[in-house]
Each structure stands twice: as structure tokens, then as C-alpha cells.
């Protein structure tokens, strides 16, 4: 379609009382639409769906005025939950070696190998303990000291916080 043929299109339109006009051919289709915000040309190749245009809600009615209602009773007292403190032998003494950055844990650099460390192993400071992965990147986490690994404190595979205690190396 030249430029021509659309001009006196538009012009036909606007002077119309017509409110739309489709025109199509092979690959070609063209839709003006009056008092519309944009006029579309497609190739039928890349037409989208049409849809109906929605309909705006119905305005939702004003709230109803609260009716002043006497406050509820206060409730009664209730009884204070026993928290139980970890005895001293539950978490070993030593280093814990912390979260430097939130990620997953993994105790090891794939499913088939090994973990880096057991519980019983002893490490020595640089060595990699685990890994945090974090948006894609995998960050090996290493002992900052020499010692024995009394405990690990997180499954493998599970997320982590920053500063949450990984390992005790004592």
C-alpha cells in the first residue's frame, strides 16, 4: 500500500461518521480506528492476539462508619513458654566459622564428589570447607584456623544468612 492510497484512507475516516475500518490483503492488514489513541499496521506474519478491551470495575462503595463498639476485654494472663537453654556439651567449644555472605551451602564442589570436611577432620587455616553459592557465583568458604571440625551446623544444600554459624573447629 503506498503512502497515498493511506493518506486518503485517513482523510475518508476522519470526515466519516465511520468508528473503525479493517482493510487486509495477502500479508498485509491494516485497522484505523477513530478517536483511537494509535493506528496499527501489521504483517499477518506478526498479528498478535486481540482482545476485547477490559472493562474498567464498578467503583467500590464507600466504607460503612465504624460503630463504636466497647474495646474487647483485655485477655488473661498466659503462662510464659519455658525456653531451654543448650547445655554446654550441646555446642562444643571452639571457632565457628560464619556465613561471610547469604547463599545455599554446599558441603561439597559437586553431588558426586566428597564433601570437603567430616565431622572428626582435621583442617588446617586456608583449607575449604564449603561452598556458598550466591546469584550464580560459587564461593569457597576456608578454615581461619587449624584445628578439628567438632561440628557442622548446616545440611548441604540448604540457604544460609550472613554471620550464621557454619562449622565448629576446635
Known amino acids: 500500500m ?13 470526515e466519516s461518521g465511520v468508528a473503525e475500518v479493517e482493510i487486509e490483503e495477502k500479508d498485509f492488514k491494516l485497522v484505523i480506528r477513530k478517536n483511537a489513541p494509535t493506528i496499527s499496521v501489521q ?3 506478526s498479528m498478535p492476539t486481540m482482545y476485547p ?3 474498567p470495575y464498578p467503583p467500590t462503595p464507600p466504607a460503612p462508619l ?3 463498639a466497647p474495646p474487647p476485654p ?4 498466659q503462662a510464659v513458654p519455658k525456653i531451654e537453654v543448650p547445655s554446654a556439651q550441646a555446642t562444643p567449644s571452639g571457632h565457628i566459622v ?3 555472605i547469604v547463599g545455599t551451602f554446599y558441603s561439597a564442589s559437586s553431588p558426586e564428589t566428597p564433601p570437603y570436611v567430616k565431622v572428626g577432620d582435621s583442617v588446617s587455616e586456608g583449607q575449604t570447607l564449603c561452598i556458598i553459592e ?5 564461593n569457597e568458604i576456608e578454615a581461619e584456623v587449624s584445628g578439628k571440625v567438632l561440628q557442622i551446623l548446616v545440611e548441604n544444600g540448604k540457604p544460609v544468612e ?6 565448629v573447629i576446635g
Open 134 to 138: 550466591a546469584m550464580k557465583l560459587m
Open 66 to 68: 465504624p460503630v463504636h
Open 2 to 14: 503506498d503512502l497515498k492510497h493511506l493518506r486518503e484512507l485517513l482523510q475518508m475516516v476522519g
Open 53 to 55: 478491551p477490559m472493562m
Open 43 to 45: 504483517h499477518a506474519a
Open 98 to 100: 560464619k556465613a561471610p
Open 162 to 167: 550472613y554471620d550464621q554459624a557454619l562449622f
Open 74 to 77: 483485655a485477655p488473661a494472663p
